[in-house]
């Protein structure tokens, strides 16, 4: 009889918790291992692929000012050439985030000749509050990121690891 009234009692806790919270933002990913992604800026399109093989595609959102190299910090455009995926962040503002390792040594080294900080913080991330309000009024809203839905982000972030190579190509 109390195995019942326990049992009961851990139900309705459970239905509280997802009531109160909705689902997990954290996926789990079972199929082929990504161990490559590339971003070509000019279609708005991110691959992830395994092997040589495409497994998932994504519209995406870049910086303000979206032609050319990222240079320095502040000029919103979103870097190119090849970085890899070095953080996450499950707390990011835009609902989820994967770090890419922009500047690398020659970014940085570029900018100080430049007298200038390279910036950094750039991340493939979803959207969030603020850009839901951005995106649907400017396709290219970020400061320098590449965005997708949260919904995307919530796939991306259980399919990419740290350590794979990103190609960012104009």
Not at 49 to 63: E, K, P
Not at 82 to 101: A, C, E, T
Request: aromatic share 8%.
């Amino acid at each position: 009889m109390m195995t019942r009234h326990i049992r009961a009692g851990l139900a309705v806790a459970v239905l509280a918790a997802l009531a109160c919270c909705g689902p997990s933002k954290f996926k789990t990913y079972n199929g082929p291992p990504v161990t490559f992604v590339e971003v070509n800026k000019s279609s708005r399109q991110m691959m992830l692929y395994s092997g040589s093989q495409v497994i998932a595609a994504y519209n995406v959102g870049l910086g303000q000012a979206p032609s050319g190299h990222k240079q320095f910090s502040g000029d919103s455009k979103t870097p190119e050439g090849v970085y890899y995926i070095d953080r996450r962040n499950p707390d990011s503002r835009y609902h989820l985030s994967i770090g890419i390792s922009y500047p690398n040594p020659q970014d940085a080294a570029f900018a100080l000749t430049e007298g200038k900080h390279p910036g950094g913080d750039i991340f493939i991330h979803g959207r969030g509050p603020d850009g839901n309000v951005l995106a649907p009024q400017k396709w290219d809203w970020t400061e320098g990121c590449i965005a997708v839905t949260d919904a995307e982000m919530e796939d991306i972030y259980a399919m990419v690891r740290d350590g794979t190579p990103i190609r960012i190509n104009p």
